[in-house]
């Protein structure tokens, strides 16, 4: 078994991210320093525990750590008040106590759901990252942001709480099918697209061998992925700044979302490869950066077969001053004004606030035309 460690260096909340395969086999060995006592408690979805679960228990029970667990229902429904509230209470039923481990198995959603319950749960408890979707590993595994939806929106109720330990085996990833590889795939390519060059090069020319399933390829594109967001997590952990750059793509993803019900239509990681060429065309428009830089970004996720413009989502989408609107509705206006992280090239994104919403409608009125020249949504 080859893993390779990212650590995360947060002083006392510093931990670290195991990445490689057979992780989750041998879980206990890599758990088994963090307990006070042989237990541990595990969160996961009932899809996702039906093809790991025994594996986690046997790698747990060899080194003699019992496990009880519960699965909740798969999807982005889960995330809320009521299925929170079954886990918490489930969690005290357990006699989950101060000193114990939560095991988070899943995508985001149980590693946001987990972490939340691990965090409020008798004040503060650790929990173990285990994340089993590909935008889980390098993304909402690593950074400690927890919580869940509010009728309000999406993750506005919440905490920073730091897992103890992130297990991303990579071997879990062969068992996703493959939209939501590519869709955790367009996460990957943020990396690259906001702050390293070279990366995305480097994916322009083994992404397809990554996406057919090139194990030493993943663990590297994983590994990277995990290096830059703990780079900016240690330097922002609680997004004063830094931190935000993480959202590139992510002001247009919300508003498509949105628009399509957060539904099938679009993933969120389909909606940030999208929101990523949108805003470097944003960034071509507002003379940041040359007009090859969007084509360059389009002509990547193109090569990979994923979704790269509005065209590519199926059905009725609001016309440009209606995704305005719901641009406006994101949790990243502050004071009214619109923040985009805009780029000058591949690999330099920056903050920028006040953007003109002028150049932002004008940007998805040619997309929507576009849409309506080309609609390979049909
Ligand atoms: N997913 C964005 C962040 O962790 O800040």
């Known amino acids: 078994m080859t893993t390779t460690t990212v650590h995360v260096p947060l002083g006392e909340r510093a931990y ?128 400690g942001k927890t919580g869940i939806n509010s009728k309000h929106g999406k993750n506005l109720i919440g905490a920073f709480h730091q897992p103890a330990l992130v297990l991303a085996d990579i071997g879990v990833l062969d068992s996703l099918p493959p939209r939501d590889f590519l869709a955790g795939y367009g996460e990957v390519v943020k990396y690259g697209l906001l702050g390293d060059a070279e990366f995305f090069e480097w994916l322009e020319e083994n992404g397809p061998g990554l996406a057919a399933g090139d194990h030493a390829l993943r663990t590297r594109a994983v590994r990277r992925s995990v290096e830059m967001k703990a780079e900016i997590v240690v330097r922002d952990e609680t997004e004063q700044g830094d931190r935000a750059l993480l959202n590139l793509g992510h002001t247009f993803c919300h508003a498509l979302e949105a628009a399509t019900g957060y539904s099938d239509r679009l993933l969120h990681g389909e909606g940030v490869a999208i929101g990523c060429a949108l805003a470097f065309e944003l960034s071509s428009r507002l003379g940041l950066c040359s007009q090859e830089e969007p084509s360059r970004v389009r002509a990547h996720l193109r090569a990979m077969g994923m979704k790269t413009d509005l065209a590519d989502i199926p059905g009725d989408l609001p016309d440009a001053d209606g995704l305005l609107t719901l641009m406006a509705q994101d949790k990243k206006v502050i004071d009214g004004r619109l923040r985009f992280i805009l780029a000058r090239g591949i690999g330099e994104a920056f903050v920028a606030d006040n ?15 576009a849409r309506g020249l080309i609609d390979r949504s049909q």
Do not use: C, Y
Request: charged share 20%; net charge negative.
């Open 16 to 143: 670290d991210v195991r990445i490689g395969q057979g992780l989750l086999a041998n879980a206990g060995a890599e758990i088994a320093p963090l307990l006070a006592r042989p237990r541990v408690a595990v969160l996961t979805d009932e899809t996702v525990a039906g093809v790991h679960l025994e594996t986690l228990r046997q790698g747990l029970e060899a080194q003699g750590i019992a496990m009880t667990a519960l699965a909740l229902p798969p999807g982005e429904a889960t995330k809320g008040w009521p299925e929170f509230t079954r886990a918490v209470e489930w969690l005290l039923a357990e006699k989950v106590e101060r000193r114990d481990i939560v095991i988070a198995l899943g995508g985001g959603v149980i590693g946001d759901l987990a972490g939340f319950a691990a965090a409020v749960l008798r004040r503060g408890v650790r929990f173990v990252q285990i994340p089993t979707s590909l935008l889980a590993q390098v993304d909402s595994s690593v950074g």
């Open 355 to 369: 953007v003109d919403p002028g150049t932002v409608r004008q940007v998805l009125a040619d997309a929507l035309a």
